[in-house]
């Protein structure tokens, strides 16, 4: 599944990264605690956190995730979209709680990578 695809089915703001919707995902992993993501997500696959701070960006880089998703309509100030834009990841903001964010990409056949 595309970034783009992902970013229509959640009606998700993009907030870094247009360029780089056409990048294919395989898996989701849903956390905010980031030991969690660093203990289990797999690589290149796509963060969904209700977490808004710079250690998220930093996380997802370890793990070369390639876009993280802000639910719940947490906007992640400046300082959290500059890191990205140096990473070079996509930051959406979705409006859905993280429960319904998750069934959404799951029902459209996005799996979990543990």
């Known amino acids: 599944m595309t970034i783009k695809e992902i970013q229509k089915l959640l009606d998700a ?3 870094f ?3 780089l919707l056409d990048l294919d995902t395989t898996f989701a992993f849903s956390a905010d605690m ?3 993501v660093l203990a289990f997500a797999e690589q290149c696959s796509v963060l969904i956190t209700g977490l808004c701070n710079p250690q998220v960006v ?4 370890m793990l070369d995730i390639a876009c993280v998703i802000f639910v719940h309509g947490k906007m992640p100030d400046e300082h959290i979209v500059a890191l990205a834009q140096g990473k070079g ?7 859905h709680f993280m429960f319904t ?3 959404i990409l799951y029902e ?5 990578g543990v």
């Open 101 to 103: 964010t998750c069934g």
């Open 108 to 112: 459209h056949g996005l799996r979990g």
């Open 17 to 19: 990264g247009e360029e």
């Open 89 to 95: 990841m996509v930051i959406l903001s979705t409006g």
């Open 58 to 61: 930093r996380t997802a880089e």
């Open 13 to 15: 703001d993009i907030l």
């Open 34 to 36: 980031m030991s969690d």
